[in-house]
């Protein structure tokens, strides 16, 4: 054992502003999934899975035009079902170790926290998409075919996994300390994010049908999405003290 | 009456109080404005035509056109209890914001309570509605944007009080419930208006054509009122109840000590 | 000077149970508390309030002269916190660990000062592993570490002693004594003779109340022995 008696050296503390305490939060969330991967690995797997159990469910369809309408809604149930999984676990480590308290101890606004974790939700979530979306649409390219507008579909899956993140990370944080969390979470957060589902489905529908249907019935979910990520993860922003102490 | 339950909230007079005495009177005056009315619905009020119904169509299983449907009056209490439960859960969201500013442990009791009124009618609205849905429309349910809101604010009510049993420590448990409850109140407009301003294809805006008779509206009054007395007595009876079982544990603790 | 902690009359009620009742004193910069008494005797809850993750019902304390209330986030600046949990990531090595509380308080050199506490706390040599690698006496020296980062004013500890093997209760208490210069420790203990070897002011709390506060020089030793024996209703070890 290699003890010096020096005793460690006095510091002169400058507080550090929010931005980079939201910075250092993040980068560890990053660094602890880089090294375990066990949000992505664990929330890609049941992507994959989820589609499998879709190809079971069509698999009895006649092929046509109304797969696109149906799919949109699938697509969506795929995502739901992934966020939930990665919310359950976002705060379990930091339960497990007291890491959380850790977290609360700092000198630093609770927001900070929110938004932090909230951020490393949105980039798992997003990456997860990133993969199981085109993996969606090759398995089931043979079904029919989605209109030129689809690449646009980007901007409903952003808008909604913005707002998936935002209040998925409040009623998570809540979920934690409760007994039958994984239900509990589901059972809040699906009624919660019920709006914003059904404005992302029916933006998603627009462009994956295209033409007319896009003309008329894209811009306005769109719209409502975002209004219900603003508002949401405002009050959840300001709600998240609460939560915590 | 929603007077009187306003001043209670800020006064919160411990059980047995001048509102406990009146509860009883306001049961008893509830009971006699419904009945009342339910005889007026069925009595005095002419039926009028349902939804209106072009030509012949089915409905329920049979023929109907135009006819003067008897199912109607299911109305004169659906339209009373619904708006009883919007009036609980105002106040429970009141309530939920009183104790997030306070971190007082009435307010969430109050707040609980009137969460607990909310559901019983919010169940009783859901059961009427599909009355009325079932006999007017001629399905059981349809993703009407009203049904549809409705139905996620009675899943929120529900997880509301589940999440109430999942926790222990009474004062995590109050500052989650009440968190839940300011969110539920801020989702349900959006709910509400995002599934009406979307356009959709199983979705149909049903709105009626015409007026309320006065007769009708005097009907809805009186079943109103005397829903909002039988929610009030509610109230009141289970806050005496939780409160009187708050005092035990009190006197209990002082025993300990 | 102001005093390090001021207490003065805290309550904290858990719906109608009072887990603290009416507990006040005053512990000089640089004294060492430690607080004795049995399960539920509301040590916990006290000492929470202390590090500001909770608020007391009724009441003030002052850190440094700071109230906890008001200004807890410079209030929790000046504190380190050791508890029953490590409060360390343990998928990030020692060393990511403590520079990610140490950015988090603003501390400068991050990295030199993570090594030196590691260091310190003589695990230098395992600074680059996981902490989930480590043994519980070794995370309990890492979170140590943990707590002094910031260079607090006051240390706050929750049972140190739990899960410490003789040779890691030595090392604990060669930290201490290196460490203890100009800062104030309070300690939370079930353990009378540890705790008393440490301490220089002792406060033993039953039911929430404090049953005797003061410094150990004043307090008779047996008269000591007998109340906790009282309040504890076992034996002492």
Known sequence: MSRTTDTPLKVERKHPSSFSQYKVLLTKDLLREVRTKEMLVSMGVYALLVIVVFGVALGFAAPGTDFLEVSGGLLWVMVVFTSLLGLNRSFSVEKECGCLEGLLLAPMDRGVIFLAKATSNLIFLLIVEVIAVPLFWLFFSSVALPAETAPLIALPLLVGSVGIAGVGTLLSTITTNVKGKDVMLALLFIPVVFPLLYACVAATVAVLVGGDVMAESFATPLALAALYDVVMILISWFLYDFVVS | ?257 | ?237
């Not at chain 2, 047995?16 to 009595?43: C, E, K, N, R, Y």
């Not at chain 2, 959709?200 to 007395?229: F, W």
């Open chain 3, 1 to 237: 000077m102001p005093d390090a902690i001021r207490v003065e009359g805290v309550c904290k009620t858990f719906g109608t149970r009072k887990a603290v009742d009416d507990i006040s004193f005053v512990l000089p910069e640089g004294a060492f508390l430690t607080i004795f008494g049995p399960n539920g005797a509301g040590k916990t809850t006290l000492l929470s309030m202390l590090s500001t993750l909770s608020r007391p019902s009724k009441g003030t304390i002052y850190i440094c002269g700071i109230d906890a209330k008001e200004e807890s986030e410079s209030v929790r600046a000046s504190i380190g916190v050791v508890s029953h949990s490590s409060m360390l990531y343990p998928d990030l090595t020692a060393e990511e660990n403590l520079v990610l509380y140490g950015r988090l308080y603003g501390v400068p050199d991050v990295k030199n000062r993570a090594v030196n506490l590691l260091d310190a706390v003589g695990l230098k040599h395992r600074r680059l592993d996981q902490v989930r690698t480590f043994s519980r006496g070794m995370i309990q020296r890492v979170s140590i570490a943990r707590a002094l980062m910031n260079d607090p004013r006051v240390v706050l500890f929750d049972e140190p002693y739990s899960g410490l093997d003789p040779h890691a209760t030595q090392v604990f208490d060669n930290l201490i004594s290196d460490v203890r210069k100009d800062r104030t420790f309070v300690m939370v203990s079930h353990d009378l003779k540890k705790g008393m070897q440490l301490a220089d002011h002792v406060l033993l709390m039953a039911r929430g109340r404090a049953v005797c506060f003061g410094r150990k020089d004043k307090l008779e030793p047996d008269e000591l022995n007998h109340l906790y024996e009282q309040t504890i209703g076992g034996g002492v070890a």
């Open chain 2, 1 to 257: 009456m929603a007077d009187s339950k306003k001043r209670t909230a800020h006064k919160l007079p411990e059980a047995g109080q001048w509102p406990d005495v009146l509860s009883p009177w306001v049961i008893v005056a509830g009971i006699i404005l419904t009945t009342l009315g339910f005889l007026m619905a069925f009595f005095v009020v002419p039926p009028v035509s349902g939804a209106t119904v072009n030509g012949a169509e089915l409905v329920g299983d049979t023929v109907v056109s135009n006819k003067l449907l008897m199912s109607q009056k299911i109305f004169y209490f659906h339209m009373p209890v619904a708006i009883t439960s919007f009036a609980a859960l105002a106040f429970a969201a009141y309530y939920c914001v009183r104790f997030l500013i306070t971190r007082e442990l009435r307010f969430d009791t109050c707040a609980r309570i009137a969460m607990e009124v909310a559901l019983l009618f919010t169940v009783m609205t859901m059961i009427t509605g599909e009355m009325w849905t079932r006999f007017e429309w001629g399905v059981w349910w349809t993703w009407d944007p009203r049904l549809t809101t409705y139905l996620i604010l009675m899943l929120i009510v529900i997880a509301y009080i589940v999440l109430r049993n999942m926790v222990d420590d009474p004062i995590r448990r109050a500052a989650f419930a009440s968190v839940v409850g300011v969110i539920a109140f801020i989702d349900v407009p959006i709910c509400f208006m995002v599934t009406r301003l979307i356009p959709s294809s199983v979705h149909p805006v049903v709105t009626r054509a015409g007026g309320m008779t006065p007769e009708m509206g005097l009907c809805i009054a009186l079943v109103g009122v005397g829903m909002m007395c039988v929610a009030f007595a509610l109230y009141r009876a289970r806050f005496r109840q939780v409160r009187f079982a708050e005092r035990v544990d009190a006197l209990k603790e002082r025993l300990d000590d």
